[in-house]
């Protein structure tokens, strides 16, 4: 545990705060990573990307697009 009277402040700052409190604690994990699954998951293979295919423009009927472009 860092309490504040462990600190070292620069030249012209003055820490008003108690210099029991604590400013850090550094505890030990709470459970280990057993090395079997780090070892599956480093050896996993990547994800592969869904892949899309672009859509195909609608195909208009052959009459349609006939008298369409008999109004222009």
């Not at 309490?3 to 003055?14: H, I, M, N, S, Y």
């Not at 709470?30 to 859509?55: C, D, F, I, N, Q």
Request: charged fraction near 30%; hydrophobic fraction near 40%.
């Amino acid at each position: 545990m860092l309490t504040v009277a462990q600190l070292t402040p620069p030249a012209g700052v003055r820490i008003m705060n108690d210099p029991g409190q604590a400013v850090a604690t550094v505890s030990p994990p709470m459970a280990e990573e057993t090395p079997e699954v780090a070892a599956v998951a480093a050896t996993a293979a990547p994800a592969e990307p869904e892949v899309l295919t672009e859509r195909k423009p609608k195909e208009e009927a052959p009459e349609a697009g006939k008298k369409e472009r008999e109004k222009k």
